[in-house]
DNA sequence: AAGAACGGCAACCGCCGCAGT
DNA sequence: GACTGCGGCGGTTGCCGTTCT
């Protein structure tokens, strides 16, 4: 038997695992008359438990609708997809796993999938391609998640992609714009560190934006000299980080994804003053942070980066012109832009040679 | 064969949000 | 608005079974 030895505690309730006759008693109580309050249940059905540990009991192993045993091929698909949504939103990630419960699926997580993922290549935080080393080196890391990414995902799941995708495509547009900076900047102006091109790339969750805007506050400090990395300066902070919030309320909206053209999250002014550029398809942008997106069904139609999994197990070396990473299709969009070459040859680049560069 | 190390999982703990007062 | 009780959630612990050495 797992679990903890029964011991009592200092209220002489007792604790760790149940026995069967315990497991029994509660049953009865409950489909006699509910578990109404679980703090009272215990007196009243007679157990020598806290109620929480009957309300754990009953939750996550007595319930009828439990349903015990490994988890299928679907349903591990559906958690790691989720939890790329959601992250760790067990009970939330639950509800979409009829008779799991989300102390299951967590245990599941920490002891299987997890390894799953890192034994791949894959960080289990991020879903992305682990980035303890430098960007450029782990590009070709980055491009085949790209694709085993894709070929993760269930058909049913292509809203979702289409979410990841969206969010990655605004920060690769933000990575975009620094990238401007630096060309429009003099050249004493200090380059952007790998920490913080792993984290506009890497980053699956928007609270990265936040480590981000940390990263340029330190390296600020670091600098000695008031202005921080990018050509920002030190005064300029607050209005970065609003600009930060801004677009992760902005990654939330439900329209988000369906742009199709580059967005310009920012724009860099003459003074080096970072703000919101009017776009002809966005109307003002929200400036509180709306709560999580629902999840939606799949939609038919889908951009580029998200072609359906037989597709997507085409070598992208065998059709070149197949956009089958979100950096082609990137790169696609970005086509009518002739400022952008230089970085579209940088995103070629990336995803046709090979890697990396020391 | 025996002990150590590891893996899996049941159960607990502490915190948080919400509702009622 | 402050306080309290409660349910729910995510993180962590601790034990047993299995595998490794």
């Given at each position: 038997m797992m679990g903890r030895l029964p011991y009592h505690d200092g209220n002489g309730l007792k604790k760790g695992t149940w026995t069967p006759e315990e497991d029994r008693i509660l049953v009865d109580y409950i489909q006699k008359h509910?578990?109404?309050?679980w703090r009272a249940l215990p007196q009243l059905a007679g157990l020598n438990r806290c109620g929480k540990s009957c309300r754990y009991r009953w939750t996550t192993y007595l319930r009828p609708d439990i349903k015990r045993g490994k988890f299928s091929e679907e349903e591990e698909q559906t958690i790691i997809n989720l939890h790329k949504v959601l992250g760790n939103k067990w009970s939330t990630i639950a509800t979409h796993l009829?008779?799991?419960?989300d102390n299951e699926i967590k245990n599941f997580w920490n002891t299987r999938l997890m390894k799953k993922l890192l034994q791949m290549g894959?960080?289990?935080?991020?879903?992305?391609?682990?980035?303890?080393?430098n960007i450029l080196a782990n590009l070709p890391q980055l491009l085949a998640a790209a694709n085993f990414s894709n070929l993760m995902n269930i058909p049913l799941d292509n809203a979702l992609r289409l979410q990841s995708d969206a969010a990655q495509l605004a920060k690769i547009q933000l990575l975009h714009n620094i990238l401007q900076v630096l060309g429009t900047c003099s050249s004493s102006c200090t380059p952007p560190t790998m920490e913080a091109m792993n984290l506009i790339l890497a980053g699956p969750t928007f609270q990265e934006n936040h480590q981000l805007y940390e990263l340029l506050r330190i390296n600020s400090r670091h600098e000695g000299n008031g202005n921080l990395p990018f050509g920002f300066a030190t005064h300029e902070l607050p209005q970065l980080q609003s600009n930060i919030l801004n677009i992760e309320a902005y990654q939330h909206q439900p329209q988000f994804s369906q742009y199709h053209q580059p967005m310009k999250v920012l724009k860099i002014c003459s003074n080096n003053n970072v703000q919101f550029a009017s776009s002809s398809s966005s109307s003002a942008l929200p400036t509180s942070t709306p709560p999580l997106p629902a999840l939606v069904p799949a939609s038919p139609e889908l951009p580029p980066t998200t072609v359906n999994q037989t597709e997507n197990k085409i070598n992208p070396n065998d059709n070149p012109s197949f956009p089958s990473t979100t950096f082609e299709a990137l790169g696609n969009l970005m086509d009518d832009e002739a400022s952008d070459s230089h970085w579209r040859d940088i995103i070629h680049q990336a995803s046709s040679q090979s890697w990396p560069i020391s």
């Open positions: 509910g578990h109404g309050s009829p008779g799991r419960t894959i960080d289990p935080v991020t879903h992305r391609p682990r980035t303890d080393l």
